[in-house]
């Protein structure tokens, strides 16, 4: 009995972790949209790009964590992912890159393949 109980609750509380992601992805992906639209170097280019980067550090300190019970091939590709996106966000930062639309691109996928656990 009490074993089912705490299934259920584990059940819940990663349902609850995952409904957080999907939101924050919907938050970066219309914060990187409202960028697009105004433009690198813009109030709004500041605001996404530094959501964006505290939402991936965030995760990459979460995925090298040795309790994240991710499939280490998983963890290994979205490591990759993050990494690649701190490293946008810098060149759009620094003025190398000015398209935000790769960023909204993979924050669409993370959110959608969210959806699907």
Not at 54 to 66: A, H, M
Request: aromatic fraction near 6%.
């Amino acid at each position: 009995m009490y074993e089912a109980t705490y299934r259920l609750m584990l059940e819940d509380t990663t349902e609850q972790i995952r409904d957080n992601e999907r939101r924050a992805f919907d938050k970066a992906i219309e914060l990187l949209q409202s960028a697009q639209l105004a433009g690198r170097g813009s109030r709004q280019s500041v605001e996404a790009l530094l959501f964006v980067n505290r939402l991936w550090t965030l995760l990459l300190e979460d995925l090298s964590d040795s309790g994240n019970g991710l499939p280490d091939s998983l963890k290994a590709r979205l490591i990759s992912i993050g990494i690649w996106v701190l490293r946008r966000t810098e060149e759009i930062r620094d003025g190398s890159e000015d398209d935000f639309s790769a960023l909204i691109e993979i924050s669409d996928a993370i959110r959608k393949g969210l959806g699907r656990h």
